[in-house]
């Protein structure tokens, strides 16, 4: 009985040895990749054990090996939004692409991480055409350098956070197609976006008034 | 039981009178006939059974064991004896059994419940087969059973908790199953029980605290299953604990501080769960633990373990939590036993290694991923026992002391990612004459390479990459023959390659960024496992050598920016592995191999910057997994081949700066993961196909400039919805401009200049500065001027236009003969007039390239809006109004940068 037991408790432990690793934004997005599914295998260049991720496939990096972008569309990867994404403080290009159907169950659904906001130098963010649910981060507010944010299609809840007023670069801001609550911003970049932006989430009662008891009912 | 009634009547008499002397009856000749069928049943591959034969004595048979008296068979032992098939049902049938042991056989099929007949039985051992199904709820009548041993097997369903009424048993072994549901609390009641082992299965549900009724539990090993909720803090008190493996599951909670109670335990694994809270200090109380694994939770606090108290302690691993704090000086004082000190991937500070320099029996320390600081002491030089030295990404400051060539026994050595500054790499490594791993890529050593380097013949790994290490490499590194990783990346190295050659059992070799010389020795071909090979941004020469095609497993080849010339051998095509395949900035001659196209993994072909020419081979069309294919800055022609289409993966395509000519395939709408596509400054013909509009994930640039592009402007580029950038100047390009392109909310930059497009430009457009559609002459409306009404027209026949046209011709020569003859009264009547300078407008000619929509500029856009359609309103239609807006630009700049200020400094 012991000998099986302790040479599979062994292994453990083997597995532990210290190994030589690539840099903390491989690291983050090798922990990424764990939870995904990748069932045609197209992250396969993606290998820990080089010094940095910048020659992976759908990785993009700068001259300065830091990584500007992430392509995850190009098929069949689907799995839970990763915090490990936060740790990509680089990244300028997000794009978690819409899940193909056949791995509704497994898609990139669930919350999006609030260490999300901690993308300083994010450009785009396209998470929209998936399952996201829970709340718009109110971290998103540090997204200084944010221009796009197209949130559309999914089941998000809760209300637009004010916060994101403070995004004066926002060019683009797509929150239709969710659940969303409350009454929308009216300050900063949102003074300009389309009604279209909103359209489709039943709860959402128009724009906020200034100045007047705030209406927040029912959020 | 017995098949008496079968029998001759003497062999009925004596299993009568065997029924009288024992509960469990059996007889020799009569089980002997089983087991002839069970001989039957089972494919005997080994021979084991081979002694089995009728007639003879059974209990001499192989496996089988009688009773002391010779009555009754109660052993079958036929492990590891290569038998296939199913499991006999005829066993249960041999009622006096007391062991059954078909371990470690290929068995299939399910588990017979009719074992539970078998009730003297005390040992049931089937693991290590391929039985499936279930575990037989019936093995609960087995009221004498001591040992049950079923894992690795690929039984399915739940532990039947019938066997909570086996109260005799002392070992139940469930490991590497597809067992489900959850632990049943009813094996609490095996007061028994020693060794509960139900790894890696897929059990979940919460662990069942009766399971502290087992006092006798010498061993709990449940890692690797589903299990949720808290370790239960009652298996504090299982005093006879030994081993206790949770590892791998998804529990939560805090790790209870009654643990510490349990003085026996000497194995105590909870890695990989989301364990939260401190590390609680009553562990310090288990003086028996040799091994603690707490790695990847999230345990937080500091480290308040010591070996002070765990003085049995060889194995700790803290890694991949969020502990803070230094690592404290009583963790590891003289006269511990700690072998193996794991605390990487935390958030550790302080010094590193000033605390555990008087932890001599250490033989691996891996503190990387942390935030230490400070130096490496040469004190370093007295952990003479140390095998792997850890360090890596961490901030360590000042130079790699001389002291770590007293580490006899290091192998791994590795602090890359740090700040190790003022140094060379110290002459004494060379003593670490059994290190395999060198590792110090990433920090500020500068210096040659220590001549002692050749003593290190174990070196399988050099990674020395991102430093400002200088000098040739050294002739005598060809006496490295082990290595197989070499990266030397980011130096300042010069020489050449051929001492790096030593080794054949090379995988890795990266020299890119150097300054190393000549050509590509053949010899590099001899390791033929070389998967990566990066020679670029070096100042080597000459042509690729064929010999490099033999390296079937090549997977990345790097030759960019050298001086690389000759042609691109065709032997290369050999590397089907090949990924990555970058030439560019070579001087490599002759056309774009054909050969290419077989090569189906490659994912990014640059080939650009070098001399090719000819066109561009359809078979790259097959490269179908190709995600960046760069041919730019060559001298091909023809056109871009509609196989082009075939590459659905692509994500950016340029082929800037090369002769091409044609249309634009439309195939290239297949192409629909392209988010970066340059076809600029060839000589591409026809209109822009419409299907371009279907490539929704253009996003970094379009740029078809510089081409011969002619026609409309298709309306469906307004779908790029995340085009940023968006180039069609310098065509002929004619028509309007179409009204979708108002849609690109992405759009940042936009150049449409030097076309012949006309009529008004749309009005979501009129953020974009004049530069962006300079040249187009018939173009009007903001930003440029007002249209007249005649510019305007929107749905015009030909005909009509030309009328329209005629009749301005004609007006507007007549109305220039009158103002003509005005000016010239008026000229004659004061002879005095001021004219502005046309200067701006060379300006914005000479600018040509992009005009830009953000910052300030946007502002100014906007200014510029108003303030053209203000004049829209304001000026009446005289002729005077056209030197007007062609001053406009110059003084309009100086107002938009006023503007600007003012708008930094006012509060919105």
Known sequence: ?219 | MGPATQRPSFLLLLSVFCAVLTVACGDVPADAVLLLEIKAELLDAGGALRSWYPGGDACRWNGVTCSDDGARIVGLNLSSSGLLGSVPLVLGRLGSLESLDLSSNSLIGKIPPELGTLENLTELLLYSNSLSGGVPPELGSLRKLRLLRLGDNMLSGEIPPQLGNCTELEVLGLAFCRLNGSIPGGLGHLKRLRILNVQRNTLGGAIPVELAGCSELQVLAASDNLLIGGVPPVLGGMGALQILSLANNSLSGAIPAELGGVSSLAYLNLRGNMLRGPISPELNRLSRLGVLDLSENDLSGRITLSTTNLSSLQYLVLSNNSLTGGIPDDLCPTNSSLHNLYLAGNQLSGEALTGLLNCTSLRSLDLSSNSFSGVIPSGVGGLGELVDLVLHNNSLTGPLPPEIGNLSNLQTLSLFHNSLTEGLIPVSLGYCSKLQSLALGDNRLRGPLPPTMDMLTELRILSLYNNSLEGPLPETLVLLRNLTIVNLSHNRFTGGIPPLLGSSSLVLLDLTNNSISGGIPAAVARSRSLARLRLGHNLLGGAIPPELGQLVGLDFLDLSSNSFSGKIPSELSGCKQLNHLLLHGNQFTGTVPSWLGSLRSLGELDLSSNKLHGRIPVELGSCSSLLKLSLHDNSLSGGIPPEIGNLASLNILNLQRNNLSGPIPSTIRHCNKLFDLRLSENSLTGTIPPELGQLTELQVMLDLSRNQLSGEIPPSLGGLLKLERLNLSFNRLQGQVPSSLGQLTSLHRLNLSYNFLQGEVPATLSGFPVASFLGDDKLCGPPLEACSQSQAGKELSNTAVAVIIVAIVFTSTVVCLVLLYIMLRIWCNWREVAVSSSDSEGDERRAGGWSCEDGKTSRSCDYWKVNSMSSTVVSSPRGKKQSQAAAAPCIFHLKMEQEGALEKNSPV
């Open chain 1, 1 to 219: 009985m012991a000998s099986p037991l302790f040479a599979a408790l062994l292994a453990l432990l083997v597995a532990v040895s210290p190994a030589i690793s690539t840099n903390p934004e491989g690291e983050a997005l090798h922990s990424l990749r764990a939870r995904l599914k990748d069932p045609r295998n197209v992250l396969q260049s993606w290998d820990p054990t080089l010094v940095n991720p910048c020659t992976w496939f759908h990785v993009t990096c700068d001259d300065r090996n830091r990584v500007i972008r992430l392509d995850l569309g190009n098929s069949n990867i689907s799995g839970p939004l990763g915090p490990e994404l936060g740790r990509l403080e680089h990244l300028q290009y997000l794009y978690i692409p819409p899940p193909p159907l056949e791995l509704y169950r497994n898609n990139f659904e669930g919350k999006i991480p609030k260490e999300l906001g901690n993308l300083k130098n994010l450009i785009s963010m396209d998470l929209y055409d998936n399952r996201l649910e829970g709340e718009i981060p109110k971290s998103f507010a540090h997204l200084k350098s944010l221009r796009f944010l197209r949130l559309n299609n999914n089941r998000l809840t809760g209300s637009i956070p004010r916060e994101l007023a403070k995004l004066t670069n926002l060019k683009v801001f797509d929150a239709s197609n969710n659940d969303l609550c409350g009454t929308i911003p009216i300050d900063g970049p949102f003074a300009t976006f389309p009604y279209q932006s909103f359209d489709n989430n039943r709860r959402l009662n128009g724009p906020e008034l200034q100045g007047l008891v705030p209406y927040d009912f029912g959020c």
